[in-house]
């Protein structure tokens, strides 16, 4: 069920993410401590960073819309989290390599099975296809499928 929720939300709000020149970065649905979060991850488009203003505007149309929908798209009690997905954001789907490529920052990756001696590889995405990506590291070039990924998040530097 949390994954069809988070993707009927994700359908139900994307005029809203549209108005607002803002891009959808992930939508979850999940059980944590015992109650259920509904997360959605926002940013601004074109690697701008999203502002307070822009997350309370885009809260309380979200708010709106999930109190006006009938039926319910969740009619048991859950807490809303909107966020940004942060200078570390997590990189769950093939468009978010796409997206940190043309960032030009590193990305941290840890694969389930190590790759070249070592699980967790520091680098900048070099290609991507819809199978995974090349890494380019400090040392040598990585190459891996997408379901190799255990995790990877952007490696922002201040």
């Given at each position: ?35 259920k979060v509904l997360r959605i991850l926002i940013d601004k488009r074109n690697h701008e960073f999203i502002t307070m203003d822009d997350i309370t505007t885009f809260t309380q149309a979200v708010n709106e819309l999930l109190d006006t929908i009938e039926p319910d798209p969740i009619p048991e009690a859950y807490m809303l ?78």
């Amino acid at each position: 069920m949390a994954n069809k929720v988070a993707q009927e939300i994700s359908t139900l709000i994307e005029p809203l993410i549209n108005a607002q020149q803002l891009l959808l970065w992930d939508v979850s649905y999940t059980k944590e401590g015992g109650q259920k979060v509904l997360r959605i991850l926002i940013d601004k488009r074109n690697h701008e960073f999203i502002t307070m203003d822009d997350i309370t505007t885009f809260t309380q149309a979200v708010n709106e819309l999930l109190d006006t929908i009938e039926p319910d798209p969740i009619p048991e009690a859950y807490m809303l989290d909107i966020s940004s997905p942060g200078a570390d954001r997590p990189l769950i789907r093939p468009w978010h390599y796409e997206w940190a490529k043309a960032s030009g920052e590193n990305i941290l990756v840890a694969f389930f099975v190590a790759k070249n001696g070592q699980k967790k590889w520091q680098g900048k995405i070099e290609t991507i296809d819809d199978k995974g990506i090349t890494l380019t590291t400090s040392s040598e070039t990585i190459v891996c499928t997408f379901d190799e990924i255990a995790k990877a998040v952007l490696d922002t530097q201040f």
